[in-house]
């Protein structure tokens, strides 16, 4: 079945530093990348839209700045924290969808725990 | 307006007996797709089951089962035969449109508990 990697499974850092998330299509190639993000006993909250080659959609609310996406193959999509603070802390996972299989779920991976202190 | 909601914040289910985890959604397009996810502890999203808004019958995987109630606009997820393991976060989500380019909107999320 198609697999989602995401790495790493877990950062702590300083506030200040930026951290990066990578997400990968293990067999499968993904046009499209989810990027979702979930505070504790709540649900997945949509965040951007990758696309290979393109420029990152972001959802209302969520700061393109601070948030970078690159989607720079069809396998990879990476999100970088910029100037992390304790309140970006959070799960961050990811999510793409198999090309051209109907009705295809979206496939996660294991997601990232990040916590700023 | 809620797309997506999960008025059980909460179950708890006799090991072996059946489980319904209540979902209904908003949409004003034709062509969706709902899905249901589980999260156990370790945060990974596992999906359990599809359902087209243009399929006549109801989604079945193994244990898991749809009851899809397009009028109510109701997607309930029915567990039977509840395992210990079941115990996890149970997220309902749909897709709106009919390409494959769209996110997943999630709900709030049900947690069951199978009890021995």
């Known amino acids: 079945g198609a697999v989602v990697s995401q790495h790493p499974s877990w950062v702590i850092c300083k506030s200040g530093t930026s951290v990066k998330i990578e997400c990968r299509s293990l067999?499968?190639?993904?046009?499209?990348m989810f990027w979702y993000r979930q505070f504790p006993k709540q649900s997945l909250m949509l965040m951007a839209t990758s696309n290979e080659g393109s420029k990152a959609t972001y959802e209302q609310g969520v700061e393109k700045d601070k948030f970078l996406i690159n989607h720079a193959s069809l396998t990879l999509s990476t999100l970088t924290v910029t100037s992390a603070h304790p309140e970006d802390s959070s799960f961050y996972i990811c999510s793409a969808r198999e090309q051209g299989v109907t009705n295809s779920p979206l496939h996660f991976g294991n997601g990232t725990r990040l916590t700023v202190t | 307006a809620q797309k997506i909601t999960q008025t059980q914040p909460g179950m708890f289910v006799q090991e072996k007996e059946a489980v319904t985890l209540d979902c209904t959604y908003d949409?004003?397009?034709?062509?969706?797709?709902l899905f249901w996810y589980k999260q156990p502890s370790s945060g990974e999203m596992i999906f359990l089951i599809y359902?087209?808004?243009?399929?006549?019958q109801n989604a079945t995987e193994g244990r898991y089962s749809l009851n899809f109630q397009k009028a109510r606009k109701s997607a309930n997820l029915v567990i039977s035969a509840s395992q210990l393991g079941d115990s996890a976060m149970y997220f309902c989500?749909?897709?709106?449109?009919?390409?494959?380019?769209?996110?997943?909107?999630f709900g709030k999320g049900t947690r069951l508990s199978v009890i021995a």
């Open positions: 359902q087209g808004s243009y399929d006549q």
């Open positions: 067999d499968f190639q993904a046009t499209t």
């Open positions: 989500a749909m897709r709106e449109g009919p390409t494959g380019n769209t996110p997943l909107v």
């Open positions: 949409t004003s397009d034709p062509s969706y797709g």
